[in-house]
C-alpha cells in the first residue's frame, strides 16, 4: 500500500499559512533542496488542498529545472470544491469526498504520494489514520500572527506518530520526521 508523506513548513509558534512570505525562505539551503528532491523522487503522485495549489500552480508550471519538471510531470491532485478547470498539466480534481478519494488512491499500484501544506485537507487525512508520515521543516522563528486557520494544531486534531529522523540543514532549519504509531 501507498504511504501519503505530509511534508509541511512550520515555525516555532506552530503557524503552517504562507510560509511564502516567511523570511527564512529566502536562506533556503542547498541541503534543504536535496531532501526535497529525494522526497520527490520516491513519490509518484502529489495531493495538496486549493489554497496550497493556488500558490504552487503558477511557480512550478513556469520553471525548468530537475526539481520543477519532476513537480511538473507528477500527477496532482487537488482537493476542492470551487476549482473546476485546473490549468496545471497532470491536475486531477477531487471535488467531494476527499477521505475516499485518498483512500483509495493509497490502495492503487504505485510510490508513495507527497502531500505538500497542512490544513483542512490534512487535518480529515490525519482523523481518518490516512497520514502516513509527517516532515515538519522547523523554521527558526516565532512569526506572531497565527490564527486558528493556519496554525498545525487546531482543537479537534488527533494523531499518534513515532519520531524517526532528525534533520538539521545548514540554514538551521530543522526537518522532524514522524511516522504514523503503530500500536
Known sequence: MRSVINSTYITL????????????????????????????EQCDA???????????APVWSAQSDPFSDRMNALPK???????????????????????????????????????????????????AGLIDELRLWVHLFVIGTGTSDGLLFRAGSFGRF????????????VILGYRKATG
Open 13 to 40: 509558534d506552530g503557524v503552517v499559512r504562507d510560509p511564502q512570505d516567511w523570511p527564512s525562505l529566502g536562506s533556503f539551503s542547498d541541503d534543504g533542496a536535496v531532501v526535497q528532491s529525494a522526497l520527490l
Open 46 to 56: 502529489v495531493l495538496m488542498g486549493r489554497h496550497t495549489y493556488d500558490g504552487f
Open 77 to 127: 491532485y487537488v482537493v476542492s470544491t470551487t476549482l473546476t478547470d485546473p490549468t496545471w498539466n497532470n491536475t486531477t480534481v477531487i471535488g467531494s469526498d476527499p477521505v475516499g478519494a485518498v483512500r483509495e488512491l493509497k490502495q492503487q499500484p504505485g510510490a508513495d504520494i507527497v502531500q505538500y501544506g497542512f490544513g483542512v485537507v490534512s487535518h480529515a487525512l490525519m482523523a
Open 162 to 173: 513515532d519520531l524517526v529522523d532528525v534533520h538539521r540543514l545548514g540554514s538551521g532549519i
